[in-house]
């Protein structure tokens, strides 16, 4: 009879799955113009965020010190230290938005999901994200859920937007 006591390490290794991608793409573009960003772009696709062990992991890798690294993540709105939701919310703050309600949708969202801006719901449904203007000013505020737009949106119908998610 086997007497081994089998550990499970599914975790472990997805997670050394993952950082061996990230490795794939490093050696990939560390040499091209402009490789961080697309590197950072890649990693957060394969890691799903990029808490610090993974900058820290790209830095030395790269051969730049964390800081730099750092310095690009938290500068990009794209980036995200924390784990995301399944969807993300971005509500526009660009002028036109902002003048034609959307700072109401921000409040409305915040208490329809219990969550601040930068945060994600308890149950991991949704993140709630500020974002600059995307081009749909003629018909403001707008928001996006992933890569849909909404325009024209009014506060009220945010509840019936979001069952649909
Ligand atoms: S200001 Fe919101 S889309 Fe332009």
Do not use: W
């Not at 499970?8 to 573009?29: D, F, G, P, Q």
């Not at 394969?46 to 993540?73: D, M, T």
């Not at 990009?76 to 971005?90: D, V």
């Not at 737009?149 to 009014?154: E, F, H, I, S, T």
Request: hydrophobic share 35%; with cysteine.
């Amino acid at each position: 009879m086997n007497t081994q006591t089998k550990t499970c390490t599914c975790k472990t290794e997805s997670e050394h799955e993952k950082l061996e991608r990230i490795e794939e793409v490093i050696e990939e573009y560390k040499d091209k113009e402009g490789s961080l960003i697309q590197i950072l772009h890649m990693a957060q696709g394969i890691y799903g965020y990029l808490p610090l062990k993974v900058q820290q992991f790209i830095a030395e890798r790269i051969n730049k010190p964390l800081s730099e690294v750092s310095g690009v993540v938290t500068f990009y709105s794209y980036f995200s230290t924390m784990p995301k939701g399944k969807n993300t919310i971005r509500v526009c703050l660009g002028t036109a938005c902002y003048v034609r309600g959307g700072k109401k949708i921000i409040e409305r969202l915040k208490e329809i999901l219990e969550v601040d801006v930068g945060a994600t719901t308890q149950d991991g449904r949704f993140t709630l994200e500020v974002m600059r203007c995307i081009g749909a000013c003629g018909l403001a505020p707008a928001i996006t859920i992933n890569d849909k737009v909404y325009k024209q949106v009014n506060p009220d119908k945010l509840r019936s937007i979001l069952d649909q998610y």
